[in-house]
């Protein structure tokens, strides 16, 4: 069975400090993982995904994430977060070569100026 | 690209009215989903469907929920009748895997139902 974690339903950072959001995941096959952004009052979009190849996926508005099998986690990060950033952030699991995904709980990020 | 379209965006209706949200995925898109948004359940898959065909229906709450998919441009999630606990975000999600890598899901704005 498949599953997702999000540490921390509430983040908040200073304007230019690190953003870090935590994902772990358990999966009994090879995931697919993905990072998805909501502002408010609209629907998901697509940050950044991970398939196969390499581990470091960078994606849009400066974030990156890492996949580490060992440590089965997906962190979410930005060097320098900025107030555009303040949204609702998913992480999901999809087994791999499958449409179904688990989403986790959520994480909303705050950025104080 | 257009993007994923659903209508209405905000719906307000009685408990026992019938409700119905509507989508339009992207265009070459053969995989459509609906999902339910609530703050105590986080999201849920309601339905998948591939080539118009639902496939996985078993998120769909109860018989009074329904979908449909008639073409590959348009699927209807209804609501008969609706009660209060309906009172939810209703995505709806669109994909190709049938294109190599892409795995991934685009959603639309959503409809915001409130029931009263």
């Known amino acids: 069975a498949q599953s997702v974690t999000q540490l921390g339903s509430h983040v908040s950072v200073s304007e230019g400090a690190l953003v870090l959001l935590r994902c772990n995941y358990s999966?009994?096959?090879?995931?697919?993982l993905f990072w998805y952004v909501q502002y408010p009052n609209q629907g998901l979009q697509l940050l950044l995904k991970y398939t196969t190849g390499a581990t470091l996926v960078k994606g849009i508005n400066g974030f990156e994430a890492e996949f580490k099998k060992s440590e089965t986690s997906f962190h979410l990060t930005k060097p320098s977060a900025h107030m555009s950033d303040a949204a609702e952030y998913f992480c999901?699991?999809?087994?791999?070569?499958?449409?179904?995904?688990?989403f986790g709980t959520g994480t909303r990020l705050k950025v104080l100026a | 690209d257009a993007g994923v379209i659903q209508s209405p965006r905000h719906e307000v209706t009685e408990m026992g009215q019938e409700v119905t949200l509507r989508c339009k995925p992207i265009s070459g898109h053969n995989s459509l989903f609906w999902y339910r948004q609530t703050m105590m359940r986080g999201l849920e898959l309601l339905i998948y469907f591939n080539n118009n065909v639902p496939i996985d229906d078993s998120g769909m709450p109860e018989d009074r929920f329904s979908a449909k998919m008639p073409n590959a441009s348009f699927s209807t999630l209804k609501i008969q009748p609706s009660e209060p606990r309906d009172s939810a975000v209703y995505f709806c999600?669109?994909?190709?895997?049938?294109?190599?890598?892409?795995?991934?899901?685009?959603f639309g704005p959503g409809t915001r139902l409130t029931v009263t």
């Open positions: 999901a699991v999809s087994p791999s070569g499958t449409y179904k995904y688990i």
């Open positions: 999966s009994s096959v090879p995931p697919y």
């Open positions: 999600a669109s994909s190709d895997p049938s294109r190599q890598g892409a795995y991934e899901q685009y």
